[in-house]
C-alpha cells in the first residue's frame, strides 16, 4: 500500500496588474495648475554660477545627489567657471575636486574633455543645440534636456528616476523606458505648463512620491493619482 502523500495543488498563475485608468485632459490640466499654484517658478537644486557650470553640475550629478555635487563644485568652480579655465586645471585636478561624487574618474576625464571641445568648436560657449551638445563627453539626451530647459528656456522634460516613478506610479504617463515615458509627457503636458513641468515633478518626486514611501497624505494630487496603494491616513 503506497503512503505517498498527494501533491498540494498548484498555486493559481498570478495574474497581471491591471493597466491604471488614464488621465483625461482635464485631469491632467488640473494636476500641473496645482502644481504651479504651489510654486509658479519652481527652481533645480544643482548649485552653478553660468549655463557652462550649469552644463557641468548636471554632468556630475549622474547616480549622485544634488547636495554632494554641490558640495564638490563649490570649490571647483570658483577657480574653474569657463571651459578654458577648466581645461588648463587638467584631469587630474579636476579629479581631486571631485573625488567624494561616484564615477569622479570618469566625470574627471568627461569634463576635461567636454571643456575642450567646447573651446575648440564652440569658441568657448555651451551651444543651443541638441545634437551639438549631446556630442559633448558625458552629455546624453537627459543631461541636454536640463540644460536646454534650464539654461535656453526650452520645453524638454529629462526623465530621471523620479519622473519615471511618477510617470508609472500615479499613472499619468506609463512607460517601461525613460524614452517612452518623455515622449508620453510631452504627448499629454499641456504646453503652458511644458517649461515648469520636469521641475515640479522632479521636486514631488523627491520630497513628496518618494520611492519607498510615498507621502500620499500630504501630496496635493492624492486625489487625481491611480496609485493603488496610496496611504491617506
Not at 493559481?12 to 491632467?28: C, D, G, I, Q, T
Not at 496645482?34 to 527652481?43: I, S, V
Not at 574618474?105 to 568627461?110: E, I, L, M, P, Q
Not at 522632479?202 to 494630487?221: E, Q
Request: aromatic residues 6%; proline residues 7%; charged residues 25%.
Amino acid at each position: 500500500m503506497s503512503t505517498a502523500q498527494p501533491l498540494p495543488p498548484s498555486a493559481p498563475p498570478r495574474r497581471a496588474p491591471r493597466p491604471l485608468k488614464r488621465f483625461s485632459k482635464a485631469e491632467v490640466a488640473e494636476m500641473f495648475a496645482r502644481f504651479e499654484a504651489r510654486e509658479p517658478e519652481p527652481k533645480g537644486e544643482l548649485e552653478y554660477v553660468n549655463v557652462f557650470t550649469m552644463l557641468v553640475a548636471v554632468v556630475l550629478s549622474a547616480q549622485a545627489t544634488d547636495s554632494g555635487v554641490n558640495k564638490a563644485t563649490r570649490a571647483l568652480f570658483a577657480v574653474a567657471d569657463t571651459p578654458a579655465r577648466m581645461l588648463a586645471l587638467g584631469e587630474d585636478t579636476v579629479r581631486d575636486y571631485i573625488k567624494t561624487i561616484g564615477l569622479f574618474r570618469t566625470k574627471a576625464k568627461n569634463v576635461v574633455a567636454l571643456s575642450k571641445m567646447l573651446v575648440e568648436l564652440h569658441g568657448g560657449e555651451v551651444p543651443d543645440d541638441r545634437a551639438a551638445m549631446e556630442a559633448l563627453p558625458g552629455v546624453g539626451r537627459k543631461t541636454a534636456n536640463v540644460v536646454l530647459n534650464m539654461a535656453f528656456g526650452h520645453p524638454t522634460i529629462a526623465v530621471d528616476t523620479h519622473i519615471f516613478r511618477i510617470g508609472n506610479r500615479t499613472g499619468l504617463a506609463p512607460g517601461k523606458t525613460v524614452d517612452a515615458v518623455e515622449k508620453e509627457l510631452n504627448r499629454i503636458i499641456p504646453a503652458k505648463y511644458m517649461l515648469h513641468a520636469h521641475h515640479w515633478l522632479i521636486l514631488h518626486g523627491r520630497y513628496v512620491c518618494k520611492a519607498r514611501k510615498p507621502d500620499c497624505a500630504v501630496c496635493i494630487i492624492n486625489d487625481l493619482c491611480r496609485f493603488p496603494d496610496k496611504t491617506l491616513a
